[in-house]
């Protein structure tokens, strides 16, 4: 149980293009899930917090037009960069919790390639 | 912003022996974490810590809640080639008005067994 899965794994665009990262919550309602950006041999780094039916909340320092999150159900959120940028090049990982738990589960990454 | 000092950063060890990490916090968290992460993949949750003064275990792995609730340590007894990967601490806050409850990360602890 508590599988959370992300779409697509790897994505290689060109600069100034916008890219969306889906997550989805296969076996479980998610009623919060978490974006994080892990940059190499960093720590995981949380970008925003989204509510099922509500705006995200974004960290300080993550702007909220670039990053553009969706949380539409309880199993899809969706992460999309707007006009990407090489330094937005990075590994971008949500987690989830459900109705029962506040334990964080997380989906496998994607990792985001800007030329 | 917050976040949780986590030694050592890497670990060179030889297979079948004991490792330990630990991680501080000039914060007090209600809950402790332990996540694993390997290459390109989400990180996946090893043991959960709830209570203070609270030891758990996990197989191998065994995980306390420090008293003071500013600390936590993972150790993992008799180690094996799969246990190589990026160990990571996290605390969590008490949910907030959205109910979230947002995790703060440890800087990693990269594990690396000669066999």
């Known amino acids: 149980g508590a599988v959370v899965s992300q779409h697509p794994s790897r994505v290689i665009c060109k600069s100034g293009t916008s890219v969306k990262i889906e997550c989805r919550s296969l076996d479980f309602q998610a009623t919060t899930m978490f974006w994080y950006r892990q940059f190499p041999k960093q720590s995981l780094m949380l970008m925003a917090t989204?509510?099922?039916?509500?705006?995200?909340?974004?960290e300080q320092g993550v702007e909220k037009d670039k990053f553009l999150i969706n949380h539409a159900s309880l199993t899809l959120s969706t992460l999309t960069v707007t006009s990407a940028h090489p330094e937005d090049s990075s590994f971008y990982i949500c987690s989830a919790t459900g109705v029962l738990s506040d334990t964080q589960y997380f989906g496998p990454g994607t990792r985001l390639t800007v030329l | 912003g917050q976040q949780l000092n986590q030694s050592p950063q890497s670990m060179f060890i030889q297979e079948g022996e004991d490792v330990s990490m630990n991680c501080t916090s000039s914060s007090i968290f209600n809950t402790w974490l332990w996540y694993k992460q390997d290459p390109g993949e989400g990180p996946v949750l090893l043991i959960a810590l709830y209570k203070a003064g609270e030891l758990t275990s996990n197989g191998r792995l065994t995980a306390q809640f420090g008293i003071t609730r500013k600390d936590s340590f993972l150790n993992i007894s008799a180690s094996i080639p799969s246990d190589v990967g990026i160990y990571f601490c996290a605390g969590q806050d008490e949910a907030g008005k959205g109910g979230a409850q947002k995790l703060v990360f440890g800087q990693g602890t990269r594990l690396t067994i000669n066999p």
């Open positions: 989204s509510n099922e039916g509500s705006k995200a909340t974004y």
